[in-house]
T-cell receptor, first 112, second 114 residues
Framework: GQQLNQSPQSMFIQEGEDVSMNCTSS?????WLWYKQDPGEGPVLLIA?????ELTSNGRLTAQFGITRKDSFLNISASIPSDVGIYFC????????????FGKGTMLLVSP | DGGITQSPKYLFRKEGQNVTLSCEQN?????MYWYRQDPGQGLRLIYY???????QKGDIAEGYSVSREKKESFPLTVTSAQKNPTAFYLC?????????????FGPGTRLTVT
C-alpha cells in the first residue's frame, strides 16, 4: 500500500518555541489531513487541506499542502504545554470515501 | 451532542475467546472505519464500510470480522484467529458532504488478551 514518511519521529522543545514537522510520499494525494492524539484518546482533526499550495491556519497551527502534492507541513507557533501529544499526517488519494494513509506520527514534548 | 462512542474503554480477554468491540455514531455519517494502533505505529486500517450492509477489508483484516446492519453502528469482532490481538482499537466515521476525507474518531478501546 501507500506509505507516508513523517518526520521527525519525536521532538522535545521548550515552551514558547516554534515547531515544524512534515510528511512526504512517493504518491500524489488529493487531500492532506493533520490530527493530534493525546495519550489514550482518539485522534482529533486539526486541519484539512484540499488544494495544492493551500495554506490553512487553526489558531497557532498552520499547515500547507505541498505544490507537488506529495508532501505537507505542519507548524505550531509559540508552543505551550498542552501541545504535548502525537501529531499524525494522513493522505487521501481520491475524493469521497477512499481510505486514508497515515504517517507513523511525531511525538511532541514541551518543557514548561 | 453528536459524536462517536466506543465501549468499553478497556477490555480484557483470555486467549482463544472472541470479543466484540462496539462503535456507534450519531453524526449521520455514511462511512465508518476500524483501525488498529500499536505503540510507535501509525493507524492501520482493518475494515471499512461505505454503506449499510456492505463493507470492505482494509490492510490487516485477517482475524477480524465486522457487520453493518445499521447506519449508526459498526461493531468489530476480534476472533481467536487474530495472532496478536492486544492493541488500541479506533473507530472513525466520515461524511461525503464534508469532503469525504475528513474522518472523525471515537475515544478508542484498549484490548488486552492474555
Amino acid at each position: 500500500g501507500q506509505q507516508l514518511n513523517q518526520s521527525p519521529q519525536s521532538m522535545f522543545i521548550q515552551e514558547g518555541e516554534d515547531v515544524s514537522m512534515n510528511c512526504t510520499s512517493s504518491s500524489i494525494f488529493n487531500t492532506w489531513l493533520w490530527y493530534k492524539q493525546d495519550p489514550g484518546e482518539g485522534p482529533v482533526l486539526l486541519i484539512a487541506l484540499y488544494k495544492a499550495g493551500e495554506l490553512t491556519s487553526n489558531g497557532r497551527l498552520t499547515a500547507q499542502f505541498g505544490i507537488t502534492r506529495k508532501d505537507s507541513f505542519l507548524n505550531i507557533s509559540a508552543s505551550i504545554p498542552s501541545d504535548v501529544g502525537i501529531y499524525f499526517c494522513a493522505g487521501q488519494l481520491d475524493s469521497g470515501y477512499s481510505t486514508l494513509t497515515f504517517g507513523k506520527g511525531t511525538m511532541l514534548l514541551v518543557s514548561p | 451532542d453528536g459524536g462517536i462512542t466506543q465501549s468499553p474503554k478497556y477490555l480484557f480477554r483470555k486467549e482463544g475467546q472472541n470479543v466484540t468491540l462496539s462503535c456507534e455514531q450519531n453524526l449521520n455519517h455514511d462511512a465508518m472505519y476500524w483501525y488498529r494502533q500499536d505503540p510507535g505505529q501509525g493507524l492501520r486500517l482493518i475494515y471499512y464500510s461505505q454503506i449499510v450492509n456492505d463493507f470492505q477489508k482494509g490492510d490487516i483484516a485477517e482475524g477480524y470480522s465486522v457487520s453493518r446492519e445499521k447506519k449508526e453502528s459498526f461493531p468489530l469482532t476480534v476472533t481467536s484467529a487474530q495472532k496478536n490481538p492486544t492493541a488500541f482499537y479506533l473507530c472513525a466515521s466520515s461524511s461525503q458532504r464534508a469532503g469525504g476525507g475528513e474522518q472523525y474518531f471515537g475515544p478508542g478501546t484498549r484490548l488486552t488478551v492474555t
